[in-house]
């Protein structure tokens, strides 16, 4: 997407996790009501960090499955369920989701990742290359030598990435964002923030994706702009 130094840009930032189903398909929906709209080349996508278990290891001995029935209190097979339902909100919007090999871990270094890339130019690029590999390859997104292909992959070099990692670069970023996020109240994610005036929680409908960024363009070329609103629904994964 191009974004300019023009008066009417809008920005949105997306809170998001890469462990966050919800995440990936509410990119998707969004990502597809964008497409939609003539201004898209006039709005800037700024993703921003948040971890739905900053305390989780990046060893878990357990699977998606277990780690949901403790979590929910729910049976193994309500978690099955739940998943089933999950796959097929992923397949409408074109992706495949594969929760059996599904590698919880500790997302912390990804975010770290995706700040590398964005000096690079590369966030947009190495966000989705990172849902990719957590939901459909069943990658482990902590480990080094894999974030050092997925940069690589998305045109970074892998020796300097991996030079980054494992030093302490961008820590204090992905912790300054999950900070703000607490600052403006934001507890589940997705969360969408649309020029820190219209805000939108969960994966939402394209259409409604597409209403409120339609909204909020039309408002800020509005020459009396003083309304906001907030729209929250089912779809938020919430922190821990």
Excluded at 30 to 59: C, G, I, N, T
Excluded at 79 to 104: D, M, P, R, Y
Excluded at 126 to 150: H, Q
Excluded at 224 to 234: G, L
Aim: glycine share 4%; proline share 2%.
């Amino acid at each position: 997407m191009i974004f300019s130094n023009e008066k009417n840009n809008m920005k949105v930032e997306i809170w998001a996790d890469f462990a966050c189903p919800f995440c990936y398909i509410g990119k998707r929906r969004f990502e597809q009501a964008l497409s939609r709209l003539p201004f898209r080349d006039h709005v800037q996508v700024v993703y921003r960090s948040f971890e739905l278990d900053p305390h989780a290891p990046k060893q878990v001995p357990y699977d998606v499955y277990d780690m949901l029935s403790k979590k929910f209190g729910m049976s193994r097979q309500q978690a099955i369920t739940g998943n089933e339902n999950l796959k097929s909100q992923a397949a409408a919007v074109g992706l495949e989701f594969h929760f059996e090999g599904l590698v919880l871990t500790n997302t912390f270094d990804a975010h770290r990742l995706r700040h590398y890339a964005k000096q690079h130019g590369k966030d947009l690029v190495i966000s989705e290359l990172l849902y990719r590999a957590y939901f459909n390859e069943n990658k482990n997104v902590s480990d080094y030598d894999t974030l050092a292909d997925l940069a690589t992959e998305a045109g970074l070099n892998r020796e300097d990435t991996l030079t980054m990692l494992f030093g302490t670069q961008f820590s204090e970023l992905v912790r300054k964002e999950e900070a703000d996020s607490r600052i403006l109240g934001i507890t589940g994610v997705p969360f969408y923030y649309i020029d820190r005036k219209f805000a939108l929680s969960g994966a939402q409908s394209e259409e409604m994706f597409l209403s409120a960024l339609q909204e909020a363009w039309n408002e800020q070329n509005r020459d009396d702009v003083s309304s906001s609103s907030e729209n929250c629904v089912d779809g938020t994964c919430y922190i821990k």
